[in-house]
């Protein structure tokens, strides 16, 4: 059963541009939302996370927007750049478990 | 770099042979926990080791199983391997001040003929 939906598949955005990248869950219980990028031949690594005590969280480039009533979150990237290429994964869990439950990624191309 | 490490990077086995792949955990995580990534998907969560001791499993077989010793390194065994089975596996580690946070490894890339 996904739980996490996340879309689109796949993205491509012109440098600058302001890709963005929605996630919808399911289990009321998750209250930790952290967004994971992957590149190729690599593990996923921890971008930004936000609880549903605060509905906008920043960190550089990167901002998660996160709608509890509609129980749904998303990522922006401004000022994307070539670099910013890669798969990206919305996940949940409850805070303090280990078990993250991940959507089903999207691919994000950046052109110059 | 995460500080994860996992062995072998690749790896080819057949159908119904047994599998053994190993993670260490980053310095001062006392938590690991492996994910199945299927190509194309998000990972999947197999289980947690907390302290040597299983705690926390997803929805895979009894055929998967695992390992952490006491210096917090872990293992991941797979029996009766399955076509299915072919997949990165991730391990996570996690501890310290940054507590919720999980820290991934590269992966190690199985492939079942």
């Known amino acids: 059963q996904q739980q996490v939906k996340q879309s689109p598949q796949s993205l491509i955005v012109q440098k600058g541009g302001i890709p963005i990248i929605n996630c919808a869950y399911e289990n009321t219980a998750f209250d930790y939302f952290p967004w994971y990028q992957q590149f190729p031949g690599k593990g996923p690594a921890l971008l930004i996370a936000?609880?549903?005590?605060?509905s906008e969280k920043k960190e550089g480039r990167f901002t998660i927007s996160f709608n509890k009533s509609a129980k749904q979150f998303s990522l922006h990237i401004m000022d994307s750049q070539p670099g910013d290429s890669a798969t990206y994964f919305c996940a949940a869990s409850n805070f303090g478990n280990e078990k993250l439950t991940f959507g089903t990624g999207t691919r994000l191309t950046i052109i110059p | 770099e995460t500080g994860v490490t996992q062995s072998p990077t690749h790896l080819i086995k057949t159908r119904g042979q047994q599998v053994t792949l190993r993670c260490s955990s980053q310095?001062?995580?006392?938590?690991v926990s492996w994910y199945q990534q299927a190509l194309g998907q998000g990972p999947q969560f197999i289980f947690q080791y907390y302290r040597e001791e299983e705690n926390g499993r997803g929805n895979f077989p009894p055929r998967f199983s695992g390992l952490q010793f006491p210096n917090y390194s872990s293992e991941l065994n797979v029996n009766a391997l399955e076509l299915d089975d072919s997949a990165l596996y991730l391990c996570?580690?996690?501890?310290?001040?940054?507590?919720?946070?999980?820290?991934f490894g590269p992966g190690t890339r199985l492939t079942v003929l």
């Open positions: 310095s001062g995580h006392n938590t």
């Open positions: 936000i609880r549903p005590d605060v």
């Open positions: 996570a580690s996690r501890g310290g001040p940054s507590y919720n946070e999980q820290f």
